[in-house]
């Protein structure tokens, strides 16, 4: 299944809707090109929604760190939304689950952008 994404605005947040694979190549590269969109059009408010991500290697996660930083530096959020069991544990096991805002329920996540 390949990379996937599609964005929405919910009341000044752009929610970013993956699916299927973050992996060195393809889905990496459309990640950092649509954070590097997102931040053109002044989008600063980021939710990434990882609910149907069913794999990601280690170039998907330092992808996810380089979004973050670059979202960061430039004053913005971004956040993530519904981990899947494997994307949690990879977290944890690397140590960025404390780097990241991670939320279960998309309005929790909306309302922490207030």
Known sequence: MSFQATAREVGGVT???LSGRITLGEGSS???QMVRDLLAKNQR???LNLGDINYID???IGELVSGFTTVRSQGG???LLQLTKKVHDLLQITRLYTVFEVHD????ALD???
């Not at 329920?105 to 929790?108: C, L, R, S, T, V």
């Open 30 to 32: 459309k990640l950092r």
């Open 77 to 79: 959020e971004l956040k």
């Open 15 to 17: 929610i970013v809707d």
């Open 45 to 47: 408010k980021i939710l």
């Open 58 to 60: 280690s170039s998907g």
């Open 105 to 108: 329920n998309e309005q929790g």
């Open 112 to 114: 922490s952008f207030q």
